[in-house]
């Protein structure tokens, strides 16, 4: 809702981290260079750069996309540092071409590549792959950037190790610190 603006005054430096583990990528945004991204996957970026919302079009894409309906994004002139969940791989799609991408994994990919989902086929995949029932497909021309390890996937791996709090028959507290 709201972005912070820092103006040097002279000569200056500003320094920013991602919030969680992964990689700061830093992409020129320019005419023809516009951008579809994951929510919340602008770090920072220079003052020529506009942010905006980009809505998903597509109904079974925004439901069943990983990405949702609402995604950002970016336009104008300038620099701009995106936060990848993990490791990040770039693609380039040729006209016509697609990659496959699970759900979730989606970072970033041009304003001219379309997405859609593509339902998983056979009854061992979907019940015994662990993938659900949707891919995500990205069709090009333009580039495409995948992450490694969604922060959403992150936190679903940590439950289980994570401590829980029962309130006890004593009007005390237990605290499991994981395990059994």
Do not use: W
Not at 60 to 71: D, P, R, T, Y
Not at 100 to 120: F, N, P
Not at 151 to 167: C, D, E, G, K, S
């Amino acid at each position: 809702m709201f972005q912070n603006i820092y103006t040097a005054q002279g000569n200056g430096m500003i320094t920013f981290g991602s919030s969680s583990p992964g990689k700061i990528i830093a992409l020129e945004i320019g005419p023809d260079k516009e951008m579809i991204l994951q929510k919340s996957a602008v770090l920072a970026s220079e003052a020529g750069v506009s942010l905006s919302i980009h809505f998903n079009k597509k109904f079974g894409a925004g439901l069943f996309g990983g990405e949702g309906f609402i995604m950002q994004k970016i336009s104008g002139n300038g620099l701009v540092f995106l936060e990848i969940d993990g490791h990040c791989v770039e693609y380039t799609l040729g006209a016509g071409e697609s990659i496959i991408v699970d759900t979730g994994y989606l970072a970033a990919m041009s304003e001219t590549c379309t997405m859609d989902i593509q339902q998983i086929k056979g009854a061992k995949n979907i019940f015994l792959g662990g993938e659900g029932l949707f891919h995500t497909r990205v069709t090009g021309p333009g580039k495409v950037y995948i992450q490694s390890m969604p922060i959403a996937q992150i936190a679903q791996q940590l439950i289980p190790y994570m401590p829980t709090a029962t309130n006890g028959n004593d009007g005390g507290f237990t605290i499991n610190l994981g395990g059994n």
